[in-house]
């Protein structure tokens, strides 16, 4: 799915990867181009993990406003989805513990691919993603299957496929029944993910969701996002590179209705990954007062019981 052309600069970009996730950026490069497009206030969301958090509050210097956060893969209806988790505290230890067990069962997806390739003749082993991609990272999709075709190079079985056009590749190999489809992880249910965020002192946002309320009106959506505000869902990411103008628009809408903070985000990952988001801070649309989104979702912050980590 492709995001819609970000044309317009905030100042506040809560929504970014690094090479902690699958960005293509070091946390370090990253700031830079914080810093270089103007922002004021700027957010790491990498998958599952904080540990890009400190480099790029290091490298910032205090040149803008940091918020500590990550985006956790969750499942909601039947499908994935991503929580953005904002103020989190990144030295909570059970925090720590419980995205740790989402990132490491994708990346043991993945290393049961790698492995599956090996076994039907592709010479692409987890060494060679080590090498390539790093050890402890789940890397952007395309990398795994731009290896993959980078190692069968020369087997007329993958001839046919083009690099960087994926998709037919994927249905032909991976989807179930094919020799490459591996069942995915288990995902943690959004309510729980939920619950995670807000233990860990931090505030819940739906990421990008626009894909979940297509053709519902205001008071569908409504009935269909009442359940997460009453378990603890926060906040909407509205204006974001996934979303058209029309569609930021009518979530601002259902943001009014029910009373969550709208956020903006671009989904930075690097140019290369996502080309239609070509820097931070860039949107198809934009909140009328940037600067209120933090402010509204400080106010959600919930009062800790114990400030000592872990706990």
């Known amino acids: 799915m492709r995001g819609a052309s970000a044309t317009l600069a905030t100042a506040v970009d809560l929504h970014l990867h690094t090479r902690h996730s699958d960005g293509d950026e070091t946390p370090a490069e990253l700031a830079r181009r914080c810093v270089d497009a103007g922002l004021r206030v700027a957010a790491v969301t990498d998958h599952n993990t ?9 490298a910032l210097g205090g040149r803008l406003t940091l918020v500590p956060a990550c985006e956790i893969t969750a499942a909601w209806r039947g499908e994935e989805t991503h929580c953005l988790a904002y103020f989190v505290d990144p030295h909570d230890l059970r925090f720590q513990e419980r995205i740790g067990g989402v990132h490491d069962a994708e990346l043991a997806w993945w290393r049961t691919w790698i492995d599956r390739a090996h076994a039907i003749g592709v010479p692409l082993t987890w060494d060679d993603v080590v090498r390539r991609l790093g050890g402890h990272r789940v890397a952007y999709v395309g990398d795994y299957l731009a290896l993959l075709l980078e190692a069968a190079h020369g087997d007329p079985r993958f001839a046919a496929y083009p690099a960087d056009a994926y998709d037919r590749l994927v249905a032909d190999w991976c989807r179930p029944g094919r020799p490459l489809h591996v069942e995915h992880p288990e995902m943690p249910d959004v309510v729980d993910v939920l619950s995670w965020i807000e233990e860990a002192g931090g505030v819940a946002v739906l990421a990008h969701p626009g894909r ?5 009106d205001g008071s569908e959506c409504a009935a269909l996002l009442e359940p997460l505000r009453e378990a603890g869902l926060a906040g909407l ?22 009373g969550l903070v709208a956020t903006a985000g671009s989904d930075y990952h690097g140019v290369r990954v996502k080309p239609w988001a070509p820097r931070p801070g860039l949107l198809p649309a934009l909140p009328a007062d940037p600067p209120a989104v933090i402010d509204a979702l400080h106010d959600r912050r919930p009062v800790r019981t114990s400030t000592k980590a872990g706990l």
Not at 212 to 216: A, L, N, R
Not at 237 to 258: F, G, K, M, N, Y
């Open 50 to 58: 904080v540990a890009g958090i400190a480099a790029f509050e290091q």
């Open 212 to 216: 979940f309320v297509t053709g519902m």
């Open 237 to 258: 990411e509205v204006w974001t590179s996934w979303h058209t103008p029309t569609q930021s628009s009518h979530l601002a809408e259902v943001c009014d209705r029910l």
